[in-house]
């Protein structure tokens, strides 16, 4: 029986530099470099959370155009608008079927927004 064990994420693009540098400001993530490293421009980039909670992703250069939905897609918690903002595209808003909104990025890829769950209101204690 085959055990596989879960390494990292690819996303292709056409230009993988933006499309990198785009998820690095949507995710917080940053470019990983490797002390001493020189990487060309035209290998894939490789990005990842600093803070080492979030998996490595590789953004893969590829010549062909996205042409239909994704069958794996990424889920992220954050504020549509703010995305939108950042230049995705809306392509469902959640309603009586989903509880999510669907976002493409930049490049066409799908993605799935939940809202961030609001953070707990500590209030200090009264003796």
């Known amino acids: 029986m085959a055990h596989a064990r879960f390494k990292d994420l690819v996303l292709d693009a056409a230009d993988h530099q933006a499309l990198a540098d785009w998820w690095c400001r949507v995710l917080g993530y940053v470019?990983?470099?490797?002390?001493?490293?020189?990487?060309?421009?035209?290998?894939?980039?490789?990005?990842?959370?600093?803070?080492?909670?979030?998996?490595?992703?590789?953004?893969?250069?590829?010549?062909?155009?996205?042409?239909?939905?994704?069958?794996?897609?990424?889920?992220?918690?954050?504020?549509?608008?703010?995305?939108?903002a950042l230049g995705a595209r809306l392509l469902r808003r959640r309603d009586q079927e989903i509880g999510w909104d669907v976002l493409?990025?930049?490049?066409?890829?799908?993605?799935?927004?939940?809202?961030?769950?609001?953070?707990?209101?500590?209030?200090p204690s009264v003796r």
């Open 31 to 84: 470019r990983r470099a490797r002390p001493g490293e020189e990487r060309r421009p035209e290998w894939p980039v490789p990005i990842h959370d600093p803070t080492g909670a979030g998996p490595l992703i590789w953004i893969n250069p590829v010549p062909e155009p996205k042409t239909v939905k994704n069958r794996m897609h990424l889920d992220v918690w954050a504020h549509t608008e703010e995305l939108l």
């Open 104 to 123: 493409a990025d930049p490049e066409g890829n799908e993605f799935c927004v939940f809202e961030p769950e609001p953070e707990p209101v500590v209030r």
